[in-house]
């Protein structure tokens, strides 16, 4: 479809990360397959009823504006439409995050018993690692004189550094033992990186393991990571450079985790 390509060669040229382009090019697909045999649609009326009938099947908030993105880009930066900027965005659960306790990211490492998966969940922890940094990270993002990891092309296209724990050097050492610095650190059997659901699997596995009660994800580690340099006395804007959060309001919904004030109040009960 012309307009699809269209899509696809503008978000590359602006060096969207490969999710959005294909998040976008999925949205945009529906989209067109909607509209279709609407030659005199008023593309404000079109996006909305869209958007609606979305809805109406079920759609979460989260979906409704990732629709709501990829349509608004389509209409303004490819049809270079004057669209009007009224449009609001779904309204979205302000959900806390799901945190492991120190003793609880004890327990999870304790039922691994292989030795590179459970130094796949050490580093994620002990660095703040989303699962799609620890799968790409490479020997020469490691800088063993400072203890950090050098995060490239992450979220956003953004570098950033953070910490790694000075107790994984000597595992470190002996998993990338005789890798060149182009070498992935964790690296699939069949050749190149890990995937990011083989992680997302060896979590779970240990996380189920564990029999830890709680809704986690392979994201919780960074969560965790998060909440614990806050309750440890890390000032908020810190962790979010370390986070490589752009805006300081995403990194403060942590704060509502380790607010010990609230944490010591007792039920009247």
Do not use: W
């Not at 404000?44 to 993105?69: H, M, R």
């Not at 490819?78 to 009224?86: A, G, P, T, V």
């Not at 953004?158 to 182009?182: C, Q, Y």
């Not at 994201?219 to 000032?235: K, M, N, V, W």
């Amino acid at each position: 479809m012309k307009y699809l390509d269209q899509v696809e060669r503008e978000l590359r040229i602006r060096k969207y990360s490969p999710r959005t382009v294909k998040s976008y090019l999925l949205c945009l697909h529906r989209y067109f397959a909607y509209v279709k045999g609407m030659p005199d649609y008023k593309s404000v009326e079109a996006i909305k009823n869209f958007l609606f009938d979305l809805e109406k099947k079920g759609f979460s908030s989260s979906s409704l504006n990732s629709y709501l993105q990829a349509i608004l880009f389509f209409h303004r930066e490819i049809l270079k439409e004057k669209i009007e900027n009224n449009f609001r965005f779904a309204k979205t659960p302000q959900k806390l995050p799901v945190i492991l306790s120190k003793q609880e990211i004890q327990k999870l490492i304790a039922n691994m018993k292989n030795r590179k998966h459970r130094f796949l969940i050490l580093l994620s922890y002990g660095s703040g690692l989303r699962v799609s940094e620890v799968v790409h990270l490479k020997v020469g993002d490691i800088d063993f004189d400072n203890f950090f990891l050098h995060l490239k092309g992450a979220k956003g296209q953004k570098d950033r550094i953070t910490p790694f724990s000075e107790k994984l050097i000597d595992e470190m050492k002996v998993l990338i033992a005789g890798k060149k610095a182009s070498d992935f650190i964790f690296e699939s059997e069949r050749g190149g990186g890990l995937t990011e659901r083989s992680a997302q699997k060896i979590f779970q596995k240990a996380f189920e393991n564990s029999k830890i009660r709680k809704n986690a994800t392979f994201h919780s580690l960074r969560h965790s990571f998060a909440t614990h340099l806050l309750e440890d006395g890390i000032d908020v804007r810190y962790v979010q450079e370390l986070l490589g959060h752009a805006h300081i309001s995403t990194t403060q919904r942590y704060t509502h985790v380790t607010n010990m004030n609230l944490r010591n109040i007792k039920s009247p009960l």
